[in-house]
């Protein structure tokens, strides 16, 4: 008796799951659509094929396994692997502010240009009419070749259009001027996106098209197609060709046309850190002195944090909650504000720091036109950043060191330099070590620091792309890609790729050391 409804609404229930799911998948295969058709057919299969394992995990027993781990594994692959690949894959090509387009977009923009014709630009007025709008055209009266006349286009509907929108102008009669007066320059440039797309015929067979915000005039091609895939200028006659190795249209005398078209290097970037002597010589560098910047902020913070952290496990010590908050407060404050303000506080003139030592010893360090005074001062901000981490790591890790060792050290008549070397070190530097390597690691893409305190200066001189002598490497290649050197995006990836597996490879190195002691 029982059985049968259960069953029915088991049947209703599964009905409506593959209705629902049905109606999912026409969502994403529309959408897998929409992106085929706005021509990104890679992006598209990236999707579909994302989409459909998706529903083959959730709709089918055979992976039933894995239903709980897609999104997890979906969402690596979407924010690890696809950046990491794609920015490996760019650095593989010259894609740069240069190089931004592919070949087909770069030779329809050149043919695209036109130049003015001012010699036979008519100024226009816009005026209203019963809801449209009616264009009147008249010669310029500072080009004196014109020939004098006005011409009068019928009621427009101006709206933004997709496609160019041809009006027949008539000759304008005497009788038949407009009669409302002439929109403000305020409104007209309201119209403007509706006006460029207009393209206005004359009785005489010309066309003119909008050239500015007064302006009607002839526009007249720059270049034109060849069959070969080359473009001509049409003012000298001379061709260029798609030049497949440096990404330029050129002509025989090697002149090249802007802008440049985005082609596979190679190996070209990697190389270049290797054999341009102008790039190896900072790079290497900046690599050093990141890995230097890197390991002295792990030894200065540990040096700090431990011993605070042990002090202030010290039952006996008074007033230990107040401390502790004391001391976490550079952590609490957000670093750009406290690296802000140590800013100030080291400003050669004005700071505080430099007052202090005028006062004591007469003196007023260039911390920020000296290589060894930035370096310097970018530590001793950076374990002010740190040392609270530290800390709080080695009082978690000290509290769970069984209180009978110290007991029984106390016992023997140990000092606390031996409970500290002893006990307390050995016990907690095993735990602490996978922590400091993660330090480590995010020490050495620690861009912060850099470009707010120091932006990476002093600058190398003689040098073919600017590099800082307190740059790390993540630093350098923010320059690289968005500030001084033209955005050259394919160099920057190379270098980003290159400190992945830097980094990769020290943290397994770390790792391999970790495991090494504690056998």
Not at 62 to 73: D, E, M, S
Not at 88 to 99: M, P, R, V
Not at 170 to 194: F, I, M, N, W, Y
Request: charged content about 15%; glycine content about 8%; aromatic content about 12%.
């Amino acid at each position: 008796m029982t059985t049968r409804p259960i069953a029915g609404c088991h049947t209703a229930r599964s009905g409506v799951t593959w209705l629902l799911a049905l109606l999912a998948a026409g969502v994403c295969l529309l959408l897998v659509y929409r992106i085929h058709a706005a021509g990104q057919t890679t992006w598209a299969l990236g999707v579909g094929a994302l989409l459909a394992a998706g529903f083959f995990v959730y709709l089918s027993n055979i992976a039933f396994a894995y239903r709980y781990l897609f999104p997890g594994l979906a969402a690596m692959g979407v924010f690890v692997a696809f950046p990491l690949l794609y920015t490996a894959q760019i650095g593989f090509t010259n894609y740069s502010s240069a190089h931004l387009l592919s070949l087909e977009r770069s030779r329809a923009y050149l043919l695209d240009q036109t130049w003015v014709d001012e010699d036979q630009a008519m100024v226009f007025t816009l005026h209203p009419d019963g809801g449209r709008w009616r264009l009147l055209l008249a010669s310029n009266p500072e080009s004196p070749g014109q020939a004098p006349g006005a011409w009068l286009s019928p009621p427009l509907d101006l709206r933004a259009s997709a496609s160019p929108v041809p009006v027949a102008m008539r000759a304008l009669d005497t009788g038949d001027r407009p009669q409302s007066a002439a929109l403000a320059l305020a409104e007209v440039l309201k119209l403007r996106s509706a006006l460029m797309n207009l393209e206005l015929d004359l009785p005489s067979g010309d066309r003119l098209r909008y050239a500015g915000v007064r302006e009607f005039a002839r526009l007249h091609p720059l270049w034109s197609a060849g069959q070969d895939g080359s473009i001509t200028l049409i003012e000298s006659g001379a061709a260029y060709r798609p030049n497949m190795d440096h990404g330029f249209f050129e002509s025989a005398s090697g002149e090249r046309a802007q802008p440049g078209f985005k082609v596979g290097v190679g190996l070209a970037n990697y190389t270049r850190m290797i054999i341009d002597p102008d790039f190896r010589g900072p790079f290497l560098s900046i690599f050093v002195w990141t890995v230097m910047f890197s390991a002295l902020t792990v030894l200065f913070t540990l040096a700090i944090g431990m011993p605070l952290a042990v002090l202030l496990n010290w039952e006996s010590l008074r007033f230990r909650t107040t401390y502790r908050t004391l001391l976490f407060l550079p952590y609490a404050v957000p670093a750009f504000i406290s690296i802000l303000v140590f800013k100030g506080l080291f400003n050669q003139n004005f700071g505080e720091i430099n007052a202090i030592l005028n006062a004591l010893f007469g003196i007023r360090p260039a911390w920020f036109a000296d290589p060894l005074l930035a370096k310097v001062m970018i530590l001793i901000v950076n374990t002010w950043l740190g040392y609270p981490y530290i800390m709080i790591l080695c009082s978690g890790l000290i509290k769970a060191i069984p209180a009978d060792l110290y007991e029984a050290s106390a016992i023997a008549g140990a000092t606390p330099l031996t409970n500290f070397f002893r006990i307390t070190a050995p016990l907690i530097m095993r735990p602490l070590t996978p922590l400091l390597i993660t330090v480590f690691a995010f020490n050495f893409n620690n861009f912060v620091v850099i470009a707010l305190l120091t932006d990476g200066r002093p600058d190398y001189l003689n040098t073919k792309l600017p590099a800082g002598t307190t740059d790390i490497l993540v630093s350098y290649t923010y320059r690289i890609a968005f500030q001084d050197s033209g955005q050259n995006f394919g160099l920057a990836a190379a270098i980003s790729t290159v400190i992945f597996f830097m980094v990769a490879l020290l943290s397994f190195a770390n790792l391999r050391l970790a495991n090494a002691e504690r056998r």
